[in-house]
């Protein structure tokens, strides 16, 4: 899974790359399955989309383990 994440977010990406999700900044662009943010989602909100959508998480407070449930999560969530 593909997530871009906001300046600032730094800490909390390397984490969630060293549980094997593939991270990114913001402005490398490309196609995301979610997209981390704390100040605020209208770069977020920019973002192309993955084949099951894009999740816009707040991740402002979360740690990593709380980032990547919510994510999985989505992830296995039927979407209509």
């Known amino acids: 899974m593909r997530i871009l994440y ?3 977010l730094d800490p909390l990406a390397a984490e969630l790359a060293a549980m094997g999700f593939e ?5 490398e662009g490309g196609a995301a399955d979610a997209v981390l943010f ?5 770069a977020a ?8 959508g ?4 707040n991740a402002r ?8 449930n919510a ?3 989505r992830a296995r969530e039927p979407i209509f």
């Open 23 to 27: 991270t990114a900044r913001l402005e």
């Open 6 to 8: 906001e300046r600032g």
């Open 54 to 57: 894009a999740l816009l998480l």
């Open 61 to 68: 407070g979360m740690n990593a383990a709380e980032a990547a």
């Open 38 to 42: 704390a100040s605020g989602a209208h």
């Open 71 to 73: 994510v999985r999560r």
């Open 45 to 52: 909100m920019r973002v192309r989309p993955g084949a099951g």
